[in-house]
Nanobody, 126 residues
Framework: QGQPVESGGGSVQAGGSLRLSCAAF????????MAWFRQAPGKAREGVAA???????IYADSVKGRFTISKDNTKNTLALQMNSLKPEDTAMYYC????????????????????WGQGTQVTVSS
């Protein structure tokens, strides 16, 4: 049973940056699409970004140009660099494994995921 573990969340002022990391335990990420999704209280779950096994990426329109997803297959880790943060980026961020090699959309629902973590909180103040 695999387990992604997120870290790097915190509180930052608008315009600031944070880097989230995800360490995968019990499985290797190199062959699979990995993704970040977020959930804020009272808001719909949102797929943020995904990176497929071949390195191709997908971003939500709301974060395009500000966030960058990357992975290090040698370290078995996933990252999300978040720049120019806005208050509306405040949410719990989750790392997830789609269980397939290529993502054509950003997976966010349990039916589309193989593993997901416990989440890390990001709070952006204005």
């Amino acid at each position: 049973q695999g387990q992604p573990v997120e870290s790097g969340g915190g509180s930052v002022q608008a315009g600031g940056s944070l880097r989230l990391s995800c360490a995968a335990f019990g499985y290797t990420i190199s062959s699979y699409c990995m993704a970040w999704f977020r959930q804020a209280p009272g808001k719909a779950r949102e797929g943020v970004a995904a990176i497929s096994a071949d390195g191709s990426t997908i971003y939500a329109d709301s974060v395009k140009g500000r966030f960058t997803i990357s992975k290090d297959n040698t370290k078995n880790t996933l990252a999300l660099q978040m720049n120019s943060l806005k208050p509306e980026d405040t949410a719990m961020y989750y790392c997830a494994d789609a269980g397939v090699g290529r993502c054509w959309t950003i997976p966010k629902f349990v039916r589309d995921l193989r593993y997901w973590g416990q989440g890390t909180q990001v709070t952006v103040s204005s």
